[in-house]
């Protein structure tokens, strides 16, 4: 895959071979586009896209991530409902919350934050969202038409990855690509979204896991690596097919004293190594975080448009 083919907001670095994929100029290209629709909403149907966020629970990152999606909806002249609630709630307290926000009209899609205290049956919790306003794409309504083609809400990290792909000008049909991870959240949608006959995909995919022999000699064959797995350092330069495209998706915290807070974001490649074999690489952070929440937001768009 030539270097010389991709196009959009790429950043080249001084110390490195790779190109970095500027994922916060990308985003903010789109959450513009999406703004100016959600105007154009406003002022044709008097319409304004709401987005109805439940927060269980005072976890750092999920609580730093709730407020980035609110300021992104504000942003974007969208409305935002944002209800948080001790981690000590029941069960039933959850579901009531979410039937609450099925039942308001000001609100068009729902999300509800994970991970969940572990009194919760999470999948309780996500299977009671009305399909409809579910922004997320994590209902089975949602996971089975995606799965068979169907229109749907697309789940917003991997539609973001395919996303980047695009408008960056990176071949995606016919070319192999690798997925680390089989979660429900990142890993099993990004194959079949790489994979289906659609424009971001037909591509040949294979699936790696905890389960997988080897592992690098499945990520050597690679031309488009996608890293999801949830550990710093699972790849590194050695298991790169030269001039590769990688899709770095983890977001680990790593203890480092000479930061304000203590801590630092390393993604789930070790970037160093990697990027002096592969031709384009996510930074974390500023890679595909900040499309997480733009597909979010065009989702939640969507959902309002479909009244």
Known sequence: MSRGALQGPLKNTIAMSATLLDGKKL?????????????????????????????????????????????????????????????????????????????????HGILVQLPLPRHIDEAAVVNAIAPEKDVDGFTPVNVGRMMIGETCFLPCTPHGIIQMLLKTGVQTAGQHAVVIGRSNIVGKP?????????????????????????????????????????RPGTVTGSMIKPGAVVIDVGVNRIPDASKKNGFRLVGDVDAASVSEVASLLTPVPGGVGPMTITMLLANTLEAARRL
Do not use: W
């Open 27 to 107: 985003a903010a290209e789109m959450r513009a586009e999406i703004a100016r629709q959600v105007a154009d909403l406003k002022a044709d149907r008097g319409v304004t896209p709401g987005l109805g966020v439940i927060l269980i629970g005072t976890d750092p990152a999920s609580t730093s991530y709730v407020t980035a999606k609110e300021r992104a909806c504000e942003e974007a002249g969208m409305f935002s409902l944002d209800v948080r609630v001790p981690a000590e709630t029941t069960q039933e307290e959850a579901l009531a919350l979410v039937r609450r926000m099925n039942d308001d009209p000001r609100v």
């Open 190 to 230: 990004v194959a079949h979204l790489l994979m289906r006959k659609a424009e971001g995909g037909n591509a040949t995919v294979t699936v790696c896991h905890t389960g997988t022999r080897d592992l690098a000699t499945h990520t050597r064959q690679a031309d488009i690596l996608v890293v999801a797995a949830g």
